[in-house]
């Protein structure tokens, strides 16, 4: 028996104890169900042989030999890694087309005595399914965006609000980037599909009823791009308005971009491509300070010549309510926390 799910929400709300991904780990690595575990019943290259075999032999013997992996496979997986559970277990189970990877998993839990079941359609039903969240739908939460110059902690300022319990969406953490020319992450951002299901899990533990502040960005996250809804909705949401002083906005950055900023050679490589939009003199100024090691002085430079007049431009542009204005002349613990509990406030008001 395959569980048909007509909707994100009820997919979400499965109650089964585990979710199994029996798809191969290239597979799994590039997206999956929010808190699966990667079982596969065929390896990376197993699935590469079978699928060769289905086209250039037969395939009868493509399924002969699948078969033989897949109960090979699974029983390893029980004995290794599933034998702890006891019998009221309940795993879900799915592969990519729902059909007989998941199919055959699910067949041998059940014939153990766990309460196993599959999805029917697999990975490709969660897949549209969040499709059909972010792409036809509109987004059925109320967004409230903390806008700024760069450098005006609005990240930071997200977990403080989150520590009074206010609903928020951090969508550079998800996206493994600081959203900007220097915002890589170590480790790199995740796949778009990956991005997706991790924004879809995000949302679904949040009330429809009560406003989710996010950061106001750009329709992109370094390489990875705000799904539709979201960024209609993001584009309409009424705005907190952040601003902070250069000097608090730098001393926050070099402490922020530490990382990136005593990454000499990666800084020259970012920054030589804006010779186009901000002129040869300009930065080479900009290198002569990575030269000297002179991290303040680039990163208040930086602002000065570069982000701040980018998003002067992009505020020109946007048609959003502000429903707020907050002076922050500070960005320390301390200063967050402030504002955090006047931006509460705000929100109580909405």
């Known amino acids: 028996m395959t569980l048909n799910f007509s909707s994100l929400p009820q997919l979400y709300d499965h109650k089964f104890d585990t979710i199994i991904d029996v798809r191969s ?6 997206d999956h169900m929010p808190g699966a575990i990667n079982l596969p019943v065929l390896d990376n290259e197993e699935r590469a042989r079978v699928g060769t075999i289905y086209v250039q032999q037969s395939p009868f013997l493509a399924r002969k030999l699948g078969a033989a992996l897949v109960f090979r496979n699974a029983a390893d997986h029980i004995e290794k890694h599933l034998s702890h559970h006891e019998g009221d277990w309940k795993p879900l189970v799915y592969c990519w087309r729902g059909g007989q990877r998941s199919g055959s998993f699910a067949w041998m839990l059940q014939q153990i005595g766990w309460r196993a079941e599959a999805v029917e359609g697999g990975y490709q039903t969660y897949r549209r399914l969040v499709k059909q969240f972010f792409y036809d739908d509109a987004l059925p939460y109320r967004l409230v965006a903390l806008d700024g110059y760069t450098g005006s902690a609005k990240t930071d300022l997200l977990a403080h609000l989150q520590a009074l319990g206010v609903q928020v969406l951090d969508l550079e953490g998800l996206a493994n980037h600081r959203g900007s ?3 890589e992450r170590p ?5 778009q599909k990956a991005f997706e299901s991790a924004l879809a899990a995000a949302l679904s533990g949040l009330d429809t009823a009560r406003p989710v502040v996010v950061e106001a960005e750009s329709s992109k996250i370094g390489n990875l791009i705000l799904p539709p809804s979201l960024w209609s909705a993001l584009c309409s949401a009424p705005r907190i308005q952040i601003t902070a002083p250069i000097e608090a906005r730098t001393t926050y950055l070099v402490s922020a971009y530490d990382d990136i900023l005593s990454d000499s050679e990666q800084l020259r490589d970012r920054l030589s491509p804006l010779r186009f939009h901000r002129g040869h003199e300009v930065v080479d100024g900009w290198l002569d300070m990575i030269d000297a090691g002179d991290k303040r002085g680039l990163t208040q430079a930086l602002m000065a010549q570069h982000y701040d007049p980018a998003y002067a431009k992009s505020r020109k542009a946007q048609r959003a309510e502000v429903i707020a204005h907050i002076d922050a002349p500070s960005l320390d613990d301390a ?3 402030a504002m955090a509990v006047r931006i509460e406030k705000i929100l109580g008001q909405l």
């Not at 780990?25 to 590039?30: I, L, R, V």
């Not at 480790?187 to 796949?191: C, L, T």
Request: hydrophobic content about 40%; glycine content about 24%.
């Open 25 to 30: 780990p290239a597979e799994f690595a590039e």
């Open 181 to 183: 020319l220097l915002g």
């Open 187 to 191: 480790g790199g951002q995740p796949a």
């Open 335 to 337: 200063g967050l926390s």
